[in-house]
T-cell receptor, first 114, second 109 residues
Framework: NAGVTQTPKFQVLKTGQSMTLQCAQD?????MSWYRQDPGMGLRLIHY???????DQGEVPNGYNVSRSTTEDFPLRLLSAAPSQTSVYFC?????????????FGQGTRLTVV | RKEVEQDPGPFNVPEGATVAFNCTYS??????FFWYRQDCRKEPKLLMS???SGNEDGRFTAQLNRASQYISLLIRDSKLSDSATYLC??????????FGPGTRLSVLP
């Protein structure tokens, strides 16, 4: 019963490096999203997807790209890492953006950019 | 004004105390409401959904006042294991989840 799986759990990057945070869910959820959580800021939406092939920007999309080629996977790409991207990243999924349904979260990725 | 606001906290209460958290939201189109719990350095997990008529789950009671755009969470007989950050979350149909900044609770022995 995996739910939402994120990898890696921890990552240290140098400024300017790129990387992809992986997110997969096995619940056949249409809606998937990425958040970053910083102290005192709460969870802020980076990008989201309402289904395979459909993505859109959230509140803080700059510096990040996403794609949704399958229902299960929703990777987040950091194009050129900056120290301001040091944060905890959470992937979440929900049955549908249209219906009233809870969000399920992955365990998070702690990213440090030096 | 933030879309979802919560008591700033932290709340430090003794075991057995009753504690109440408040949350207000600004988007009147919001249709669903949740309380999530987040333990230190862990992912948020659903504590309970909040229904219009109010609902209870053991020691936890949630209330919703749509007219005032206000949500509350009451925890009775606090346990040490209740120590966590409590997130108020709202969502509208076809809209994204919006999270409050959270209120941290520490239950002291």
């Amino acid at each position: 019963n995996a739910g939402v799986t994120q990898t890696p759990k921890f990552q240290v990057l140098k400024t300017g490096q790129s990387m992809t945070l992986q997110c997969a869910q096995d619940m056949n959820h249409e809606y998937m999203s990425w958040y970053r959580q910083d102290p005192g800021m709460g969870l802020r939406l980076i990008h989201y997807s309402v289904g395979a092939g459909i993505t859109d920007q959230g509140e803080v999309p700059n510096g990040y790209n996403v794609s949704r080629s399958t229902t299960e996977d929703f990777p987040l790409r950091l194009l050129s890492a900056a120290p301001s991207q040091t944060s905890v990243y959470f992937c979440a999924s929900s049955y549908s953006a249209e219906l009233v349904a809870e969000a399920f979260f992955g365990q998070g990725t702690r990213l440090t950019v030096v | 004004r933030k879309e979802v606001e919560q008591d700033p906290g932290p709340f430090n209460v003794p075991e057995g105390a009753t504690v109440a958290f408040n949350c207000t939201y600004s988007n009147s189109a919001s249709q669903s409401f949740f309380w999530y719990r987040q333990d230190c350095r862990k992912e948020p997990k659903l504590l309970m959904s909040v229904y219009s008529s109010g609902n209870e789950d053991g020691r936890f009671t949630a209330q919703l006042n749509r007219a005032s755009q206000y949500i509350s969470l009451l925890i009775r007989d606090s346990k040490l294991s209740d120590s966590a950050t409590y997130l108020c979350v709202v969502k509208g149909y076809g809209q994204n989840f919006v999270f409050g900044p959270g209120t941290r609770l520490s239950v002291l022995p």
